[in-house]
């Protein structure tokens, strides 16, 4: 019996160990659907779009400082003198601008628009995360599924064995220690079972996470993104685009603005005010006679601090450090850019050679497995050996899923690493967040109509009116 119990499931077997994923349903979630849900769904990106909003204010900020600022005053006073009432009341009209600085204003327009592309380039750095972030959830969901789908029927294949395992004992051809191994091997089944279902329940709460929304069916990944020629290539690449070494360049060059700004504190500053204001009085000790008076005034002035107790020096020496650290900075963000793409591109290639090596395991543990079943039948092997040899081809197979998703993985660090994993670059097809938009409403420190009517239609598209 036990021997007509093998012929039926020496092919099957293996068939239902390495068997595929079920018919996948007419809209399956592909990966670009798993990317596009994340940058839509991302608080990150929001919150670091709105640090970008911030800091094209600043810029605005810095250019007001070469606008007058106008502002009104109005003043009343009540006093008694020896028993008489007295009271004065005033409004005056005040403008004061700062009509030349010695470059002061210009430096901080320059450094308030270094900062708004350094933080463009940080915003790009945060969507590359979201997007890498996203691609990791939906491979490890997609080998968790197979890891399950594995697990299950290395279960079925082993109960078979165990049931075989039964007759064969109860026809007296093994002993109780072959079943007992039987059942051993099907409980460590189990629990390997219940462990990538585990795993595969943290897959799916991680895609919700990152996609705001739970996995249905998931198409295969597609085919892995063209990559550079070769590894020097990668790292050109790197170097040209990715986004925290710009991030890091414009830094740099606002830490020099900032030598000059503070060299530039000691300078004069020359600023102009203007002023109109009516006032009038009454006093009841000059019989009740009201008095109005009208002043005009126009004043120019200048100053220079001669001596500021050591702030201005220690100023001056606090930005050349902070330079110096920009400095060093961006060249340790340029070496750690080139020692991730040496890593992604290394990952590649172990990926690869991993691939290539478990499939010449697999043929060959399917050859060994079916030799071992064959010499089980004729009393030559045991139920232990018929066991190692299954679990070797499952190991196998496991191994494969795994090293496929790390080398999809593998491709998209590649690309995050060149700073070329973006929406626009991987061509997702859907409108993507415009970083100047907001910066070109506000540049000019809008407060007329027109540049408040600009300024509401880009608060409505990015959905913040």
Do not use: C
Not at 60 to 82: F, G, H, K
Not at 414 to 441: C, F, H, Q, R, W
């Amino acid at each position: 019996m036990f021997r007509s119990t093998l012929k039926f499931l020496r092919q099957p077997v293996i068939a239902l160990l390495l068997a595929g994923a079920v018919a996948l349903p007419a809209k399956a979630e592909t990966l670009a659907d798993a990317m596009v849900a994340a940058y839509r769904h991302s608080a990150l990106l929001e919150q670091n779009r709105a640090v970008l909003r911030a800091a094209d204010e600043d810029a605005a900020i810095a250019l007001s400082a070469l606008r007058p600022i106008i502002q009104w005053v109005a003043d009343y006073t009540y006093q008694n003198i020896e028993g008489f009432d007295a009271n004065s009341a005033s409004l005056s009209l005040q403008a004061q601008m700062t009509l030349y600085d010695w470059g002061r204003s210009a430096i901080a327009i320059d450094i308030a628009k270094e900062s708004v592309l350094a933080t463009r380039a940080a915003l790009v750095g945060v969507e590359q995360d979201v997007l890498l972030g996203a691609v990791q959830a939906y491979l490890d969901v997609r080998s968790a599924t197979e890891q399950v789908e594995l697990q299950n029927n290395s279960v079925r294949v082993i109960g078979e064995e165990r049931r075989a395992a039964a007759d064969r004992f109860e026809v007296g051809e093994i002993t109780q220690t072959d079943v007992s191994q039987a059942d051993a091997a099907l409980a460590e089944a189990n629990a390997s079972l219940a462990t990538a279902e585990g795993d595969l329940a943290i897959a799916r709460e991680n895609y919700r996470a990152a996609t705001g929304r739970a996995p249905g069916q998931l198409a295969p990944p597609p085919p892995s993104p063209k990559l550079p020629a070769s590894l020097p290539s990668a790292r050109e690449i790197a170097q040209r685009t990715h986004p925290l070494i710009q991030q890091a360049k414009r830094e740099a060059a606002a830490s020099e603005l900032g030598v000059a700004a503070a060299a530039a504190e000691r300078n004069p500053e020359l600023t102009g005010s203007a002023g109109l204001s009516t006032s009038r009085s009454k006093s009841i000790s000059s019989g009740g006679v009201s008095s109005t008076t009208d002043v005009g005034s126009l004043s120019l002035s200048m100053s220079q601090t001669i001596y500021s107790g050591g702030r201005l020096p220690a100023r001056h020496r606090q930005a050349m450090a902070q330079r110096d650290a920009a400095r060093s900075s961006l060249l340790n963000v340029a070496r750690q850019v080139d020692q991730a793409v040496g890593t992604a591109w290394a990952g590649i290639d172990v990926a690869r050679a991993q691939i290539r090596s478990i499939d010449r395991q697999i043929v060959a543990a399917r050859q060994a497995y079916n030799g071992v079943r064959e010499e089980a039948t004729l009393g030559a092997r045991t139920t232990l050996d018929v066991l190692d040899a299954e679990q070797v081809v499952l190991e196998a197979s496991a191994n494969k899923i795994t090293a496929e998703a790390n080398l999809q993985l593998a491709h998209y660090q590649l690309l995050s690493a060149m700073g070329l994993l973006t929406v626009e670059n991987l061509k997702l097809g859907i409108p993507t967040y415009d970083p100047s938009a907001y910066y070109n409403a506000v540049r000019d420190a809008p407060f007329t109509s027109r540049q408040g009517q600009s300024l509401d239609r880009v608060l409505r598209a990015i959905g913040k009116e």
